[in-house]
């Protein structure tokens, strides 16, 4: 079983009556019973409930298009930029939009922007509530708000942002903090993401406390370390990391030994 941080305690806090009832009749035996529990990050493993002491950690890959041109033309803003759905709460939206209500004249004077692309999530008004907030708080210079985007123009869309981030209370593993990273991204990331420790260690970026005030802080930090430094440092751990952690050749081989270790230890 692949949870995807269904396990997690903030998941499990979400609808928790229905979940405590759904756990008691039909989850806790189906996931006793699995052979075992695929947590996709040390982090995810450490904050979900134990309904089974057989798990294994082992993070989703992604392939990098080793032929796109990453000398993109760039304009003159400076972008931070989140790709994903709009789940306001899980995803920390709400965080990062207020933060750029903090940050909104900084960010007019030093022309920096950030661009937002999506979809709601399932029949929620993700969408609806962004546009609300940028509307009542005057943040249409500062945040743009767009369509989903995919394949070469999602790729592009990166390429042409400085940093990518994401302010998410809790989830599994986001492949867009990974497909960012691995075209060399640096990110902001909260330890709801479950890559904050590893930003951290490894140097890809800034780890950040899911709270609006401290995520506006991180902003201006990056962006004044982007002027002073440049961000090459930063992107260059990014492409190594994901190239030496996910690529999908590496995580099927792993994969591959673990099911063939499963196998042979049942029979």
């Known amino acids: 079983i ?32 699995a052979s075992k529990i695929q947590f996709l990050t040390e982090n995810e493993r450490k904050n979900s409930l134990n309904f089974n002491d057989n798990f294994y950690v082992l993070g989703n890959g992604i392939n990098i298009n080793k032929t796109i041109n990453e000398q993109v033309e760039k304009d003159k803003l400076f972008k931070f930029i989140y790709i994903g759905r709009f789940d306001i709460k899980t ?10 209500k903090y940050n909104r004249e900084f960010m007019q004077e030093n022309n920096i922007i950030l661009e937002i692309y999506g979809k709601s999530a399932g029949k929620t008004k993700g969408k609806e ?67 904050a420790e590893a930003v951290e260690k490894e140097n890809m970026g800034w780890r950040v406390v899911p709270e ?25 751990n990014a492409k190594k990391y994901i190239e030496d952690n996910f690529t999908w050749k590496r995580i099927t081989n792993k994969l591959l030994d673990i099911y063939k270790n499963i196998i042979q230890g049942e029979n």
């Not at 405590?20 to 019973?33: E, G, Q, S, T």
């Not at 939206?93 to 933060?99: K, M, S």
């Open 91 to 100: 995803k920390g939206i709400d965080l990062l939009l207020e933060a750029c």
């Open 212 to 236: 609006s005030s401290k995520i506006a802080q991180k902003m201006k930090e990056a962006y004044l370390y982007s002027v002073e430094n440049g961000l090459n440092f930063y992107s260059a």
């Open 129 to 195: 509530y962004i546009e609300k907030y940028i509307q009542k708080n005057n943040l249409q210079k500062v945040i743009k708000l767009n369509t989903p985007v995919y394949d070469l123009e999602k790729i592009n869309k990166l390429l042409q942002a400085d940093i990518f981030i994401q302010t998410s209370r809790h989830e599994g593993q986001p492949l867009s903090v990974l497909e960012a990273l691995g075209y060399g991204k640096p990110v902001i990331v909260t330890p709801g993401t479950n890559f």
């Open 2 to 33: 692949i949870p995807h941080g269904c396990l997690s305690k903030e998941a499990q806090n979400k609808s928790k009556l229905k979940k405590i009832i759904a756990n008691i009749l039909l989850f806790k035996r189906f996931i006793f019973n």
